[in-house]
């Protein structure tokens, strides 16, 4: 479990239920994506939700969440990054994040 929760450098882990489901969080959508990818979890019939939204205060953000299982357990992954940096577009981000898991 601590190679597959260790292939990327996940924001935090913590127990969900006991024995049961883990919450692990990134930094970034490219962040998840990779781990899903490189953990061999990114079945084709996985729930996966993606947001656009704006907190309380105003920022703009993308978030994604994926609900995979490995073994038994279950996983709440999520990733959260802030679009008003005005670094990049959306369509950017996604381009350099399906190069990041095809890796």
Same mark, same amino acid.
């Given at each position: 479990m601590a190679e597959l929760l260790l292939l990327a450098d996940p924001a935090f882990i913590r127990v969900h239920t006991p024995d049961v489901s883990l919450s692990v969080a990134f930094d970034s959508i490219a962040e998840l994506k990779s781990w899903l990818h490189l953990a061999g979890l990114n079945d084709p019939d996985m729930l996966i939700g993606e947001h656009e939204g704006t907190t309380d205060d105003g920022r703009p953000y993308r978030s994604m969440n994926a609900y995979p299982t490995w073994?038994?357990? #279950? @996983?709440?992954? /999520?990733?959260? #990054? @802030?679009?008003? /940096?005005?670094?990049l577009d959306a369509q950017t981000v996604d381009g350099l994040a399906a190069l990041v898991v095809a890796g």
């Open positions: 073994r038994g357990w #279950e @996983f709440y992954a /999520s990733a959260r #990054e @802030f679009t008003d /940096s005005g670094d």
